[in-house]
């Protein structure tokens, strides 16, 4: 019987700072024997460990079309976190996984994407995002529209803007505290339906981000006309094992770890009110 | 035909089986107080002695390790020996058969389905239910008695035991130290329906469970008085033998030590804390309500059978009176009872 608890060793190939307290990191498992069976979707999250420190459950960035490495960005934000953000190119991370649902894929060819961000919550997003890239053609128009708190606060920068690149494809950017030079939207992400035609014909929605933000971006897309099944999103919780045991990320019936994290705004709505999951 | 034990022989038997099995039974302490225990810690008590503990921990201890580290370097510690269980429980009995199906369903848990593996299990039936006013296993029809899942039954009928067997496995056993045992034509039918009597607390079980299916109702006053009531000393969630729920941490200096789980609760504070700090269940009620409904509700829905065994340990072991039955009484009954 497999022990799914126990992680492997991953060597830090590359770190690519993101802002402030946000870091990418490329990784390679040093047994290519568990590289090849870590056959991971688009929204996936693996559980990240620094032996001696802890756990914790990070999404994975890269696209499963792009073969060889995995990519994590880590907010540094506490024990693991922090300590994560100690490590240097060379330096060996524990991972195992990969762990969740995935973002529907096949269900969106032929469709127009909307991709709406908050935050860090462009990581487990941009891993379908460049899933679709490389799969351009069998996707209609493309919007991402992608908000932070300032323009130090912007993941993935450099990506956004060969995002823009693309055909049929546009990036929208908006912060909430614009600095000198910003030439884009200000105002927190639903500003930007000012900005931009969001139409909800042969569309799908796909969220992440902050809870507030989610919520908001829902109510939006719902009021642009939206039915709820073309709402996609991921849910956080508080997680411990990532596999449906250790029971923190329970909601209802359901395990976010194992049934989620991604979910539709159906789905979502039927969740007790309590347990507040947005 | 039936078999029995004599009672003075059952020291004599398991000795036998402690060469083959870890073998564990109800063992009286120093202090006089009843725990699963291995057969070398003491006496074996199968008397209407109360064992606070479910025999849950034998499998999933409330403190494991899982793996050891040391200079990046990982050691699995993953224990597995064949189990002999003696003398648990009915209620017990269906709580570690609830737990197995949770811990085999979608991604398995090696640490303890590799504990479970060749376990043999001898439930013994309740004459007097051991937490006189707690237990209510007559109306989550999990006891006195057990009706399957055991490998052995022990009926008590005074001198002796008359064996029940519930498996191919037991019908080996009973052939294979037939020294032990003798034929018996003894009628247990009285003995059962006199200890159903004995157990006199009673709710309406499938009542609740049907008010608790309706995703609509919410007794929030009930929750709500039972959040202001509580101490949070997680006495009903750790002594429960469904409660699975656990904390993982790293025990370590200088890159040296152990990933170890614990056990955990979900009416607890810390347990749905987020690292941003946001907590999705801060109010008392809503993590009361987590308890109530993942037994009554939840678990049904999944599995088709709640997570309520009858054992009363939820009341017996809490400080401020509050338990399962009372809950149920309270919705059932419309009455105050906490
Ligand atoms: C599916 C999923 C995907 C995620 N993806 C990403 C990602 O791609 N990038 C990213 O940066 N983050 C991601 N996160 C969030 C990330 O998992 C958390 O930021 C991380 O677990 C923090 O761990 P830590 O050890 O650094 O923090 P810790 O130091 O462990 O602090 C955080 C945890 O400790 C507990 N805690 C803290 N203080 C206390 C206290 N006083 N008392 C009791 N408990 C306390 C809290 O419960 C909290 O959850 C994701 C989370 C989930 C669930
Ligand atoms: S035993 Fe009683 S006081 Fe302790 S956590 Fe359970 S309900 Fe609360
Ligand atoms: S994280 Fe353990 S059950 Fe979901």
Known sequence: MKNEYLPYPATIEEIRPETFDTKTYKVKFKDQKIADSFDYKQGQFAEISVLGVGEAPISITSSPSRKGFLEFTIRATGKVTDEIHKLKVGDVLHIRGPYGNAFPFDALKGKNLYFIAGGIGLAPLRSLINLVMDNRSDFKHIKILYGAKTPEDMCFTQELEEWKKIDDTEVWLTVDKPCDGWGCSVGVVTELWKETNIHPDNAVGILCGPPIMIKFVTMELSKSGFKDNDIVMTLERYMKCGIGKCGHCNVGEKFICVDGPVFTSEQVKKFPEKEHVL | ?338
């Not at chain 2, 009542?207 to 006053?221: R, V, Y």
Request: aromatic share 10%; proline share 4%.
């Open chain 2, 1 to 338: 035909m039936a078999k029995t034990i004599n009672k003075n022989q059952i020291n004599s038997l398991l000795k036998e089986v402690e060469k083959e099995y870890k073998a564990f039974a109800p063992i009286k302490g120093p202090e006089g107080d009843v725990l699963f225990k291995l057969l070398c810690d003491g006496e074996v008590a199968l008397g209407s002695e109360d064992v606070v503990i479910s025999p849950k921990d034998i499998f999933f201890p409330q403190w494991e390790t899982m793996f050891k580290f040391k200079d990046g370097q990982i050691e699995e510690t993953c224990e597995s020996a064949p189990v002999f269980l003696f003398g648990i429980r009915p209620c017990d009995l269906k709580g570690l058969l609830f737990a197995d199906e949770f811990f085999k369903r979608d991604i398995e848990d090696k640490y303890y389905l590799s504990k479970i593996e060749g376990r043999f299990i001898v439930t013994i039936g309740c004459i007097k239910p051991p937490r006189k006013d707690a237990c209510f296993c007559t109306s989550t029809d999990s006891g006195p008695f057990a009706k399957d899942g055991y490998d052995l039954q022990l009926v008590d009928v005074g001198e002796s035991y008359l064996i029940e067997v519930g498996s191919k496995k037991g019908e080996e056993f009973i052939a294979k130290h037939a020294k032990f045992f003798t034929d018996s034509d003894a009628d247990t039918a009285k003995t059962k329906e006199d200890a159903a009597k004995a157990v006199e607390l009673k709710v309406d079980f499938k009542k609740a469970l049907d008010l608790m299916a309706d995703d609509k109702f919410t007794p929030q006053e009930i929750y709500e008085r039972i959040g202001e009531r509580c101490l949070y000393c997680g006495g009903c969630l750790y002594t429960c033998p469904t409660c699975t729920c656990f904390n993982v941490f790293d025990n370590a200096t200088d890159g040296k030590g152990e990933r170890v789980r614990n056990w955990d609760g979900c009416i607890l504070s810390g347990y749905t804390r987020e690292a941003s700090g946001h907590n999705p269940r801060t109010e008392k009620w809503i993590r009361a309500a987590r308890r109530y409904e993942h037994k009554l509700k939840h678990d049904c829905k999944v599995t088709e059978k709640s997570g309520c065994t009858g054992c009363g340990r939820c009341l017996s072991s809490c400080p401020v009176n509050i338990g399962m039955s009372k809950f149920i009484q309270e919705i059932t009954e419309k009455r105050r009872t906490m």
